[in-house]
């Protein structure tokens, strides 16, 4: 864990969305108070393998692609019963930005970087559901899983949960 939250004031040249949509298929997790506490010092890229930065501020965790500093997703989170939801979120969809393909892309997307990235779970599953997404939408059944989550997420410097997500997606 970082030792100071990331803010979007201590990342460096990003852009919000150019032109936002609310998602309507929005993760169903319920994040735990401990979940909360490590999502709110969000993650900072720190070499090129690193796809994703995370700011986290007044409930709102926003979530930037690391080399052009386009704000992809917006998650603003609500208090229930258990922890924390996603209770709203914004998608980019200027294509320039992102290559949209379904709301079930969007809201994996959404969950494995916060879930593999920021808290450094395996998420075997929601690497699974990406996977088989990806090879649905792009007709591709040969895409390796490798390529695939790599292309998505990137690499998390140093930790196993990113590769035992590659690993066991395939």
Not at 45 to 64: F, I, N, P, S, T
Not at 93 to 107: H, I, N, Q, V
């Amino acid at each position: 864990m970082p030792a100071t939250p990331v803010t979007r004031a201590s990342l460096r040249d990003i852009r919000p969305m150019a032109a936002p949509i609310p998602m309507t298929d929005l993760p169903a997790r319920i994040w735990s108070g401990a979940d909360w506490h490590r999502l709110g010092y969000g993650y900072r890229a720190v070499d090129m393998d690193e796809k994703w930065q995370v700011a986290v501020e007044d409930g709102v965790a926003r979530l930037y692609r690391s080399w052009t500093g386009n704000q992809i997703f917006e998650a603003t989170f609500a208090p229930c019963e258990g922890g924390r939801v996603i209770a709203s979120a914004l998608v980019e969809s200027l294509p320039d930005r992102y290559r949209r393909t379904s709301e079930k892309y969007d809201r994996t997307i959404l969950e494995l970087v916060l879930s593999a990235i920021v808290l450094g779970e395996p998420a075997t599953e929601l690497g699974a559901t990406l996977v088989r997404l990806a090879r649905a939408e792009t007709g591709r059944a040969d895409l390796p899983s490798g390529v695939i989550l790599h292309s998505a997420l990137g690499l998390r410097t140093a930790t196993e949960a990113a590769r035992g997500l590659s690993e066991s997606a395939a």
